[in-house]
């Protein structure tokens, strides 16, 4: 695979476990802080390089409190379209926000810490918050939503999204389940 590309960590502690899970498939992200403005207007620039990834990781609070990062650089990475967007966590409800106007609500009940079925698989929560489906684009997305019935894995050409930690213990995705995933999207 041998892929490059930035992890943007919104001061999440797991944000290096996902920067190791990524390397194990031979993918290598440069760990960009979202209040680094400096690096991220040269790795905006990285970016626009062909085949390109650009993940937004998990982090905590709502996405509201991120506004000001979206004001200033979501457009410009949203307009690059040869990039391939993925979303972990927080990183799930600020694209799919801001991709397709999706509310972002509570969970209920609340699933921080929390391993849930999704299909075949456990999967690890660590956000209270969920993203809701509205019908506007259902019939071509490809989704799976976890035992509480909330949007756990998404999918479209855009992007690829999950609320779950996949670094995480709690998740018992195999790693070549995540390979198989992350690949598909990355070689369509």
């Given amino acids: 695979m041998n892929k490059d590309g930035i992890l943007i960590d919104f ?7 996902l920067i190791e899970l990524f390397s194990r498939i ?22 626009m390089k062909d085949k ?7 982090g905590p609070g709502h996405i509201s ?9 979501i457009q410009v990475f949203l307009d690059i379209i040869h990039v391939k967007k993925i979303g972990i966590c927080l990183g799930h409800q600020l694209f799919l926000h801001h991709l397709y106007g999706l509310e972002i609500v509570k969970s209920s009940p609340a699933v921080h810490g929390r391993a849930l079925k999704m299909n075949d698989s456990f999967i690890q929560r660590y956000n209270s918050y969920t ?10 997305w490809d989704y799976s939503l976890d035992s509480n019935g909330e949007l756990a894995l998404f999918r ?3 992007v690829l999204t999950m609320q779950f930690h996949p670094e995480s ?10 390979k198989d995933l992350i690949s598909s999207f990355v070689y369509p």
């Fill in 11 to 17: 001061d999440d502690s797991f944000s290096l476990n």
């Fill in 26 to 47: 031979e993918i290598n992200l440069k760990l960009v802080n979202w209040r680094d403005s400096k690096t991220l207007k040269s790795e905006s620039e990285f970016l």
């Fill in 52 to 58: 390109s990834i650009l993940v937004l990781g998990p």
């Fill in 65 to 73: 409190e991120y506004e000001n990062f979206f004001k200033e650089y």
């Fill in 131 to 140: 993203v809701l489906l509205d019908g506007s684009g259902r019939d071509t």
């Fill in 156 to 158: 479209s050409p855009e």
């Fill in 169 to 178: 213990v709690g998740t018992n995705l195999q790693l070549s389940h995540f």
